[in-house]
């Protein structure tokens, strides 16, 4: 029960990108097409979820061990860092046509403040090692939702009268406002 | 060539004409976070420029040494220890101010501006142009925060800085604050229209 709790709260009560304002790049940069949205959407969960059960291990049985936490921000970034470059030669040698599509994004993916974010926020809150799992596949979860969603809109937003110097960026931003404000009514929704 | 003139203008086109935020859109992630006082944003924007100065530097002298293929990941270490002592050195000297940016601190690792800095220009250029041009990001950065900051604070408590601009409703006053503006909707929504407007005035220039 805890597990759907900490799914359902990473996905969408406290949204990745909505409430903690990670992600944002990836947001604002990959969002016009609803197809490359989705695309980078999943990878980044994948990596995500990797992520949240490497992490653990590398913290509880590594850092603690040697008496080392503090090395917590370079071992994290280091793993994340490996974990993008052994993903993208999987995917170049067992999906060609995918790794085209993903194209410079999927590296792009180390970078991404959300991955980093939600290892540090794993290792702040104690979570145990299949908590971890879920806090990272439900928080790629909720960034895929909100990028499909923001992709969605970007998509119709083609056909509307956006003011030239809303174009983009600054229309993008206005409109995550909006998305925003709507989740916030999600938050109510667990006790924690 | 290196002349003083060259500096100068390393240092002054972080500042406007190619401010990481507004222009190059970098350091989104930061930037919406932490600028919910003018105080948190000004702080963040010089733990940022401490982190590109000082790596900046190391990076700029080593980059004979650094093997391309490796990099990335270079880079990426050197920039993650300085952003560790950034970290200690913040919690040790203003506690409630690293307990109010939290995780933010440890995420300049992943900000954009200081990769992106770094492989675009300091690992190519020489240590005296790389120096201001991260210091010249930096404070760019650091501006926009504390515009960013000044305005959510602002219409969230009527403040700037602590210092009482508009009394409110609570006092006496006449100003009701916007608590949206505290929240991420308002922060979204702020920069969003910053920079519609900046862009309607780069366009006319």
């Excluded at chain 1, 590296?107 to 974010?117: E, R, S, W």
């Excluded at chain 2, 909707?185 to 006319?204: D, E």
Aim: with cysteine.
């Amino acid at each position: 029960m805890r597990l759907l709790l900490i799914f359902i709260s990473a996905a969408v009560v406290n949204n990745f990108v909505l409430s903690y304002f990670l992600g944002i790049c990836p947001f604002l940069g990959v969002t016009g097409r609803l197809k490359s949205a989705f695309g980078m959407g999943l990878a980044t969960t994948f990596v995500m979820t990797l992520t949240g059960g490497i992490t653990w291990v590398v913290y509880h049985l590594i850092l603690v061990r040697f008496g080392v936490p503090f090395l917590q921000y370079v071992a994290y970034i280091l793993v994340i860092a490996s974990l993008v470059q052994v993903i993208e030669m999987f995917i170049r040698k067992s999906n060609p046509s995918l790794y085209r599509a993903l194209g410079i994004y999927l590296p792009l993916i180390t970078t991404n403040c959300a991955i980093l974010g939600l290892a540090l926020f794993a290792t702040l809150r104690d979570y145990g090692f299949l908590q971890s799992l879920v806090y990272g596949f439900g928080a790629g979860v909720g960034f895929t939702f909100v990028m499909l969603i923001m992709a969605g809109i970007r998509e119709e937003l083609d056909l509307a009268d956006v003011p030239k110097p809303f174009q983009g960026a600054a229309i993008t931003l206005i409109l995550a406002g909006l998305l925003a404000l709507a989740f916030m009514g999600f938050s109510g929704l667990i006790y924690a | 060539m290196k002349t003083s003139w060259q500096l100068y203008l390393d240092l002054v086109k972080g500042l406007w004409r190619e401010n990481p935020v507004f222009r190059l859109l970098l350091g989104m992630c930061p930037t919406l976070a932490v600028t919910t006082t003018a105080l948190q944003g000004f702080t963040m924007g010089m733990a940022v420029v401490f982190v590109l100065i000082l790596s900046g530097v190391v990076i700029s002298s080593f980059r004979k040494f650094i093997p391309h293929q490796v990099r990335i990941a270079t880079f990426t270490i050197i920039i993650a220890t300085f952003v560790t002592i950034t970290d200690l050195t913040l919690a040790a000297t203003f506690p409630p101010m690293s307990k109010a940016l939290g995780p933010y601190v440890p995420l300049i690792v992943v900000n954009c501006i200081i990769l992106g800095r770094m492989e675009a220009f300091t690992s190519k250029q020489p240590v005296s142009r790389s120096f201001m041009d991260a210091l010249g990001m930096g404070l760019g950065f650091t501006l926009t925060l504390i515009i960013l900051g000044s305005i959510r604070e602002l219409l969230s408590s009527g403040a700037v800085f602590g210092y009482q601009i508009l009394t409110t409703q609570a006092a006496g006053g006449w100003f009701r604050p916007w608590v949206i503006m505290i929240l991420p909707p308002g922060a979204f929504i702020t920069l969003g229209i910053l920079l519609g407007i900046i862009n309607t005035f780069s366009r006319k220039s």
